[in-house]
């Protein structure tokens, strides 16, 4: 058999370089092309992939991960090996109902991957038998071959898979059903072996993460797989296997695997890693046998800055005299195929960062004590460290001015809620999200003003016509409380890092948040702080439109911070304050325009919770005292709401509820007011659980959104309950915008007749 490379990665960017399979999907859902067409497009850009691997360095066989899915791994990998979606072939139509919905079906549950701004979707386990799919990894693998690439299979490793699983209605814990699983995994090994593979990748992250059935017993439990899996039956053959353990450190994990001493064992060493384990390359080098051989994941896949190949060369050193792979931490998919696509970033700053193609050069460099290499790492250091622009006098005084600890707004929400009775809102009030969808005649206007075709004041008068038809929409529909659809916005993120001091953003820095959504985060550079009002001017302008109430609308800075690049020089909490005060002047700027609602989402609260319970008390201190900044001075009229999203907020229900809005509003419908189970009587803020999945294509019918509200109705009472979207509503269509949201004002209206009140 072949021995594992001694250059790899964990993954790579799935989307490609110009998002190619992003433009193929999208295609494909709206009829422009065939399947066929579709699945040719997806064939070209993945061969396109290895070429391009190859070149860069990964050479060697079995170096490029076959990380291949057309939506997300996690439903790829339920596919192959049967949990999900009966015994049968499954048609790309019905992957894709899986993953988006039907007009008779809802999709899959989506959730963030680990603590990442990647969405999974949740597999759900019944009682059907497991059978695998083996055809759906070994064409890939055949693909490459008659390329002439020599790649290796990648799949969520069946510990993982289970426990980010959820119970189908009727079934039992999804862990129960492990045996049967790894049979199934046993199956696919046995007939890649026949087909001549000689390594497979099982990705196993949940063994770095304190998830609900505890450290120890995941261990124990990959104890069992992999006692089964790398001692194959009589009879049976097997490839190489390689386990991965991305996104932080193995502890109980790490003596389970190390005795069960696969060929080859992946260890996530990130700078940001050891912050929190510094001692993990030692216990790795004493824990891991010489005959395993040890993949060293140290080049950072999760940042953008350039490695400190010094300082990773130090920690290679440490983990003692044997032959050790170099690898990333985590796969690139999180950050953008290359730095040689970007024109417009300042000369300084391109010089400190490293995309997924300069990382893969990073991991070769070290793997072959490059010199040149090193001297290029050196420089980036320095010149980062000594720039001017990464330090502002004027800002660290400020927020070293703060007050320690926590901040409290007053007065308490009690009395906050008898001040904003002044609103004069309905039982019941009907809002959405913030954004409205995003036209092709309002991108149109966007690329056309950046290439100089329309002036500045024909693009403002584009954007608050488009403000102006929203407006009316929403009181056509018989909205309470509405928004102005951000059309001037074209991310929630990008937008005021475009408007804050300290970043910089990218121009082709895209990344996949899930499907064929992609973001380009922006990256903090520097302190932060606000030159001039972001949102003022588009607010007071909504506002005057119409005799509701109309949201001001800012994205928090916990959120700001989880979708973007950070810096790893300071501590998160550091710019998160910065942040903050930044967003405390566009609060009281917008109270001063009239603004009596102001939404501070924070999404991304539950993302950037540590993977391990011991690091989370310090997380929740600092994100909790970061939001509570922004809303400090608010007057007690001016009603605060936060919203988030898509992730397992149970789990923090209580630092939710520390965030001390006055309305908060949350993602509900794909679980059908699961979260709502775990309120308790800490939660005192409004709640709006979201009713309508945005993230769908289908038009929720009356019935369906009625029997949400009264769901969460047997949770909420009426007085504290709102009625909401799931999230904004810029990637949909306004046709089903209208149809969706009209039906949601129905819905309502039925409830309050169906309960009497009016």
């Not at 069946?158 to 046993?186: F, H, I, M, N």
């Not at 497979?200 to 992999?226: C, F, K, M, N």
């Not at 999760?302 to 044997?322: I, P, T």
């Not at 029997?707 to 089903?736: F, M, Q």
Request: a negative charge.
């Amino acid at each position: 058999m072949s021995s594992f490379p001694h250059v790899t990665i964990e993954g790579y960017p799935r989307v490609g370089a110009n998002r190619e399979l992003k433009k193929a999907l999208e295609s494909y859902w709206a009829g422009r092309i065939s399947a066929d067409d579709f699945t040719s497009a997806a064939h070209s850009l993945r061969v396109d992939t290895y070429a391009r691997l190859r070149d860069l360095g990964l050479s060697e066989d079995y170096a490029i991960p076959a990380d291949v899915a057309y939506y997300d791994q996690v439903l790829e990998t339920a596919l192959t090996v049967g949990l999900i979606g009966g015994g049968s072939e499954i048609s790309l139509d019905e992957e894709f109902a899986l993953a988006r919905g039907n007009s008779e079906k809802a999709p899959l549950e989506m959730t963030k991957w680990f603590d990442t701004n990647y969405h999974y979707l949740v597999p759900e386990v019944g009682t059907d038998a497991i059978t695998p799919r083996a055809a759906r990894i070994l064409r890939i693998v055949e693909e490459a071959r008659d390329a002439g690439y020599t790649v290796r299979p990648y799949l969520v490793g069946p510990v993982t898979l289970l426990a980010l699983a959820k119970a189908a209605e009727g079934a039992g814990d999804p862990l129960e059903r492990l045996s049967e699983l790894t049979d199934a995994y046993a199956a696919i090994l046995t007939e890649l072996a026949e087909a001549g593979i000689d390594w497979i990748q099982l990705s196993e992250p949940a063994l770095v993460a304190d998830l609900g059935p505890g450290d120890a017993r995941l261990a124990e439990l990959a104890r069992e797989t992999y006692t089964r899996l790398l001692e194959p039956a009589v009879g049976e053959s097997r490839p190489n296997i390689l386990v991965s353990t991305p996104y932080g450190s193995l502890r109980a994990g790490l003596d389970v695997l190390a005795a069960a001493a696969p060929e080859a064992l992946h260890v996530d060493l990130a700078p940001a890693t050891l912050v929190l384990d510094s001692d993990y390359p030692q216990r790795v080098a004493a824990a891991v046998p010489a005959d395993t051989q040890l993949v060293a994941g140290l080049i950072d896949g999760r940042n953008v800055w350039a490695a400190d190949l010094a300082e990773r060369s130090e920690v290679l050193s440490s983990l003692g005299d044997r032959e050790v792979s170099v690898s990333t931490s985590v796969s690139l998919q999180h950050v953008p195929h290359t730095v040689a696509a970007e024109t417009d970033l300042p000369v300084d700053v391109v010089s400190w960062l490293a995309f997924a193609d300069e990382k893969i050069a990073e991991a070769a460099a070290l793997a072959g004590g490059d010199e040149e290499a090193a001297a290029r790492s050196e420089r980036a250091v320095r010149t980062r460290r000594e720039s001017a622009r990464t330090r502002v006098e004027a800002v660290q005084n400020r927020t070293a001015a703060l007050p320690d600890g926590e901040v409290a707004r007053t007065p308490d929400f009690a009395g906050r809620q008898e001040a904003q009775k002044a609103l004069g809102l309905p039982t019941l009030p009907t809002t959405t999200i913030g954004s409205f969808p995003q036209t092709t005649e309002i991108r149109k206007a966007r690329a056309d003003h950046r290439s100089g075709a329309l002036t500045d004041e024909q693009y403002t008068e584009a954007l608050r016509q488009e403000v102006a038809d929203v407006i009316t929409l929403q009181e056509e529909l018989g909205i309470d409380v509405l928004v102005h659809g951000e059309p001037e916005r074209n991310d929630m993120v990008q937008y005021f890092a475009e408007l804050l001091d300290g970043f910089v953003v990218t121009q082709n820095g895209w990344v996949q948040s899930y499907g064929s959504r992609c973001t380009r985060p922006p990256i903090v550079v520097g302190d932060v702080s606000r030159p001039e009002a972001m949102t003022v001017e588009w607010a007071r302008y909504a506002q005057s439109l119409s005799d509701r109430p109309v949201k001001g609308m800012l994205t928090g800075p916990v959120t700001i911070l989880a979708w973007s690049f950070v810096r790893d020089d300071v501590p998160l909490a550091v710019s998160a304050d910065q942040i903050a005060l930044a967003l405390a002047d566009e609060v009281n700027d917008l109270a001063e325009a009239g603004i009596s609602i102001i939404q501070i989402d924070e999404p991304a609260l539950r993302e950037l919770l540590p993977l391990r319970e011991d690091d989370r008390p310090a997380y929740l201190d600092w994100s909790i005292r970061s939001f509570r900044l922004v809303a400090l001075d608010a007057k007690p009229e001016t009603q605060i709401h936060t919203h988030l999203c898509y992730s397992e907020f149970g789990q923090i229900i209580d630092a939710v509820a520390a965030l001390d809005a006055d309305v908060t509003s949350i993602e509900a419908a794909r679980s059908r007011m699961e979260l709502l189970v775990d309120l308790n009587e800490n939660f005192h803020s409004e709640i709006g659980p979201g009713i309508w999945d945005i993230h769908s294509p289908r038009v929720p019918s009356v019935e369906e959104l009625t029997s949400l509200i009264e769901a969460a109705l047997t949770h909420v009472p009426a007085e504290r309950l709102w009625i909401n979207p799931d999230c904004g509503l810029k990637t949909r269509g306004y046709e089903e915008t209208k149809a969706s949201l009209e039906n949601m004002v129905e819905a309502r209206r039925n409830v309050l007749a169906a309960h009497g009140w009016g």
